[in-house]
């Protein structure tokens, strides 16, 4: 894991790329702030983290680092290592973690619904939306640490990398790390994982819904080996793809509300 810090003192602030090494768009986020080395008004720590998974171009080793927090100092695995190491970093901390994913283009972050510090940041974010993972995060690091988890655009595009730059020039503004003026609070759409949607083993996958668009009952969301898959009742589809996860296709949301000006609104779905 590397580790670097901008501004003297203790950190109150970090931000982290690199958890998965198949997703190098924070690596050139956190890169592209040390090279800039910005005057900061309060010191962050800069940290890549899975420099060995990073070095094979794959997501994990031994197991996935952003399933298995808190973590095991004296695991055979090295990502149950890394996880208790990073967390012990992150102590004391505001943190950014930055992902990328297989199945949407435009930022949007992943935050537990006890987040406040999370839910305060975003507005001031340029996000497509704001998903409440809380069934879902177990061993995930936003689970045990005080972290904005943002899925920062398609795996391995230079989108991704330019909007992971954009998001931690924007956040460390807004904790008040920079100077300039913090973005003007923007309404996002508030989602709540509610299911995973199952895929079962087929040569050929298909996803004909767009992530954060209702998919209603009746519609077609998916198809397995040409044979399609029908909506018993509305849903959002998110994180959704063909081949993102191996014995699913991603989620199924409500929208919940809207995120904001320092409020969450309700919204019937």
Do not use: W
Request: include cysteine.
């Amino acid at each position: 894991m590397r580790i670097e810090q901008l501004g003297d003192g203790e950190p109150e602030i970090a931000v982290v790329g690199g958890i998965h090494g198949d997703e190098p768009c924070g690596v050139r986020a956190v890169e592209h702030l040390l090279e800039a080395a910005p005057e900061v008004k309060r010191p962050v720590k800069c940290i890549v983290a899975n420099e060995e998974a990073l070095a094979a171009e794959t997501r994990y080793l031994d197991a996935d680092l952003n399933r298995v927090f808190p973590g095991d100092p004296d695991s055979d695995a090295h990502e149950k290592r890394l996880a208790a190491e990073l967390l012990t970093e992150l102590k004391g901390c505001v943190s950014l973690s930055m992902h990328s994913t297989q199945s949407y283009t435009e930022p949007f972050a992943v935050i537990d619904e006890n987040a406040t510090f999370a839910k305060s940041v975003c507005p001031s974010l340029s996000l497509d939306a704001v998903v409440d993972a809380s069934d879902f995060i177990d061993g995930r690091l936003i689970r045990h640490a005080e972290v904005l988890e943002i899925e920062c655009g398609y795996q391995g595009s230079e989108q991704a990398a330019e909007n992971a730059i954009t998001l931690t020039e924007e956040f460390l503004t807004a904790v008040g790390a920079l100077d300039g003026e913090r973005s003007p609070t923007r309404e996002l759409p508030l989602y709540r994982l509610t299911r995973l949607v199952p895929k079962e083993a087929a040569d050929d996958y298909g996803v004909p819904a767009t992530n954060f668009e209702r998919v209603a009952a009746g519609e077609t969301y998916a198809s397995i080996d040409g044979e399609e898959l029908v909506a018993n009742e509305p849903f959002y589809p998110v994180l959704m793809s063909p081949y993102g996860y191996e014995n699913e296709f991603g989620y199924a949301a409500e929208l919940v509300g809207k995120l904001g000006s320092g409020r969450v609104e309700s919204e019937a779905t």
